[in-house]
């Protein structure tokens, strides 16, 4: 069974910083892409950023130059390091990857982790 574990939300003043983890756990062969998204209640969910297994990382156009996503792949482990946040940046942080579970052929699965909540005061 996979599993994907956030921690590292929390309250933070407008300014501040906060850095993010998602570890990856399970019967896995490989994992592709890995990613954050965000979720304001009664909002669908949307990207923040992602990051490939070689190291490309893609960012929405809200977060560019203030967030910093990276992963250690010995660790399974991907991070997002939130920095210069606002107010409109309170929302639940979910993590996802995109991987191959072990047994599985070469099916690429996508898996979400429970969510970890930031919120930024202004």
């Known amino acids: 069974q996979v599993q994907l574990v956030e921690s590292g939300g929390g309250l933070v003043q407008a300014g501040g910083s906060l850095r993010l983890s998602c570890v990856t756990s399970g019967s896995i062969f490989r994992i592709n892409a890995m990613g954050w998204y965000r979720q304001i209640p009664g909002k669908q969910r949307e990207l923040v950023a992602t990051?490939?297994?070689?190291?490309?990382?893609n960012y929405a156009d809200a977060v560019k130059d203030r967030f910093t996503i990276s992963r250690d792949n010995a660790k399974n482990t991907v991070y997002l390091e939130m920095n210069s946040l606002k107010s409109e940046d309170t929302a639940d942080y979910y993590c996802?990857?995109?991987?191959?579970?072990?047994?599985?052929?070469?099916?690429?699965?996508?898996?979400w982790g429970e969510g970890t909540r930031v919120t930024v005061s202004s």
């Open positions: 990051v490939t297994s070689d190291g490309t990382t």
């Open positions: 996802n990857a995109a991987l191959i579970p072990k047994g599985w052929g070469w099916q690429v699965m996508e898996y």
